[in-house]
């Protein structure tokens, strides 16, 4: 009785001092940032705050992020039991329009939660707006002229000089009803097209600059069908 005594006295002292229960844990107090609105072409940067709440080191084993995100570590690799880090990101918007949401990836050695999600959320707005967005002519004869009209329109707070007006074919040209777009209005940019015979389809760009703008390089895309199907519609 007195050797069960001691050998159970013993096993829990082992208990005791066994590391098994020894772990690292990642806090992360605010893993959602929501940047508001901003215009295409900012840049957002924030810095996500975590720690190791465990009590053996943390590491960190990798960061990596979404599309139009980037992320670096901005602290050391490992850190000690009641340590803070920061993860750095950047969110370039010049792609992008509308509501979105992108992640970064933690991955630590954290056996509970190996890997955390950290989300970047806001909306993107376009300072200098097209409507529509895009023309498409549809079908069109080879040797035929049509028109279209795309309305600029500056949703910024200050005048917005346009300048630079090309095309990238000489069958698409291009003018503005004005030269200056002052905040809240808009100016006409009058399209046409004098498809050459010989191909299937015309894809082409209007292209200007919008001084004063924060993304200052623009575009409108033009589409048209110009197949033989097309010379027998019109």
Not at 61 to 90: D, F, H, N, Y
Not at 118 to 140: M, S, T, Y
Not at 145 to 150: A, F, G, P, Q
Not at 183 to 211: H, I, M, N
Request: charged content about 20%.
């Amino acid at each position: 009785m007195r050797l069960s005594m001691l050998a159970c006295t013993a096993c829990a002292l082992l208990l005791m001092t066994c590391p098994a229960w020894a772990a690292p844990t990642v806090n992360v107090p605010q893993p959602d940032y929501d940047f508001g609105t901003i215009y295409q072409g900012e840049n957002v940067r924030h810095a996500f705050s975590f720690s190791n709440s465990g009590n053996v080191p943390l590491t960190v084993e990798k960061v990596s992020s979404s599309c139009g995100c980037t992320a670096a570590l901005a602290s050391a690799k490992t850190l000690a039991p009641g340590e803070s880090g920061e993860i750095q990101t950047t969110f370039d918007s010049t792609r992008f329009r509308g509501a979105i949401s992108k992640t970064v990836y933690l991955y630590t050695n954290d056996p509970a939660q190996p890997m955390v999600q950290l989300h970047l959320n806001g909306k993107i707005q376009e300072e200098v707006a097209l409507d529509p967005q895009l023309v498409n002519f549809g079908a069109v004869a080879p040797k035929r002229t049509v028109k279209s009209t795309v309305s600029l329109i500056n949703q910024g707070k200050r005048e917005i000089r346009l300048e630079g007006l090309e095309t990238t074919t000489p069958e698409l040209t291009a003018r503005f009803s004005a030269e200056t777009i002052p905040a809240g209005g808009k100016v006409s940019v009058e399209l046409t097209l004098t498809p050459k015979p010989g191909q299937p389809r015309f894809s082409g760009y209007v292209l200007y600059k919008a001084a004063g703008a924060i993304r200052h390089d623009l575009r409108i895309p033009v589409y048209a069908d110009l197949g033989e199907h097309s010379a027998s519609l019109h």
